[in-house]
């Protein structure tokens, strides 16, 4: 196990696990426009720099997410961009949060907010992936990304 302090949460990772894990894993597999608007940006590594540095000490490329789900837009979703949430998985644990958690029941550490973005560890209780290896915690982002495909935003026009 190899300790790593992110940002206030101190984590012991089991780095060849994970990357045996995501060396065999595919891309996010879903195929809506928000997905596939994420995998661009992804493959790009259009993605906040702080999150692309702990994914790559960690050799998980960042189109591999475990979770992702594009929240909402409104209609100023053009200037600010489509609210996601981005999760990785991560073989370990996570040893302390920033500060003491309060005992609300969740297996989550507190959120750490940055300008673009707001980051949590911790571990949802059902296995979004059967085979990875435990224990494991998840690396969990929410952040707007613009909208670079070249379609609508919501999906074809129905005629």
């Avoid at 190899?2 to 089991?14: A, I, K, L, N």
């Avoid at 894993?25 to 702080?50: I, Q, S, V």
């Avoid at 209609?75 to 644990?93: M, Q, T």
């Avoid at 973005?117 to 982002?141: A, C, K, Q, R």
Wanted: with cysteine; glycine share 6%.
């Amino acid at each position: 196990m190899t300790h790593f302090s992110w940002y206030g949460y101190e984590v012991e990772v089991d780095e060849a696990a994970t990357a045996g894990w995501y060396a065999q894993a595919e891309d996010w597999g879903c195929t809506c426009g928000h997905c596939r608007n994420f995998l661009a940006l992804a493959r790009e590594r259009r993605l906040p720099e702080e999150i692309l540095e702990i994914l790559d000490a960690l050799r998980i490329p960042p189109a591999k997410a475990t979770y992702v789900c594009e929240l909402y837009h409104d209609e100023d979703w053009a200037e600010k961009g489509l609210l996601y949430e981005i999760s990785w998985r991560v073989a370990g644990a996570v040893v302390q949060p920033p500060e003491e958690k309060q005992s609300d029941g969740t297996a989550w550490g507190p959120p750490v907010k940055f300008p673009a973005f707001t980051l949590m560890l911790g571990h949802e209780y059902y296995n979004i992936e059967p085979e990875f290896p435990e224990p494991s915690f998840d690396l969990d982002i929410s952040l707007y990304l613009p909208w670079i495909l070249d379609e609508p935003v919501d999906g074809p026009v129905e005629e």
